[in-house]
């Protein structure tokens, strides 16, 4: 199955905002709610930010938050912090017989 | 709190077989589904298959279906992986992660993940 597609990199100042888009079809992002995201950072396991297109999970910072247009899902990290730097992965539910399908990954790096 | 902690990973030739076991505590295990998950040295995270808390279904990526089958044990809070024909494509670090739903089914967002092991296949 191919992967979502996202952006290989963003970058940030501390304060700023940046958004990370997950483009995926009608097959899956474009077709239901089922869009979380994934922190992941250096030697670590991943953590779960957001999901249902836009609930965060308890624990989680409010600087985040999730929404989709169409085919395409977004992340957007607000007041940037240097601890925000990682890597992070958009997931969604598919209606092919695989039934899940992650993004390729975005390097976010806090300038 | 919730704890994955995968083990068996090791060197393995092409060919041959390999099988990866997630132990869980902290939850009831038999009440929830499971993934495995992998991430190549250096690349992204791909979804490799899934079981019902009941084992009542699975699901496989294309990459690995008819190789790879996932099964669990409830009565040792385990979760397994069972890799044969393996190739130097499935050299990765295998993670399991606990589907978020519980006994509602399957909903495909994964709220617990293990560290992984690492599983490298070369001559």
């Known amino acids: 199955q191919s992967a979502l597609t996202q952006p290989a990199s963003v970058s940030g100042s501390p304060g700023q905002s940046i958004t990370i888009s997950c483009t995926g079809t009608s097959s899956d992002v474009g077709a239901y709610n089922y869009v979380s995201w994934y922190q992941q950072r250096p030697g670590k396991a991943p953590k779960l930010m957001i999901y249902d297109v836009r609930i965060r999970p308890s624990g989680v910072s409010d600087r985040f938050s999730g929404s989709k247009s169409g085919s395409t899902a977004s992340l957007t990290i607000s007041g940037l912090q240097a601890e925000d730097e990682a890597s992070y992965y958009c997931?969604?539910?598919?209606?092919?017989?695989?039934?899940?399908?992650f993004g390729g990954g975005t390097k976010l790096t806090v300038l | 709190q919730v704890q994955l902690v995968e083990s068996g990973g090791g060197v393995v030739q092409p060919g041959k077989s390999l099988r990866l076991s997630c132990v869980a505590s902290g939850f009831t295990f038999s009440n929830y589904g499971m993934h495995w998950v992998r991430q190549a040295p250096g690349k992204g995270l791909e979804w490799v298959a899934l079981l019902w808390y009941g084992g009542s279904d699975e699901y496989y990526a294309d990459s690995v279906k008819g190789r790879f089958t996932i099964s669990r044990d409830n009565s040792k809070n385990t979760l397994f992986l069972h890799m044969s024909s393996l190739r130097v494509e499935d050299t990765a670090v295998y993670h399991c992660a606990r589907d978020k739903a519980g006994v509602r089914g399957m909903d495909y967002y994964l709220d617990s993940w293990g560290q992984g092991t690492l599983v490298t296949v070369s001559s």
């Open positions: 997931s969604s539910y598919t209606r092919t017989n695989t039934h899940v399908v």
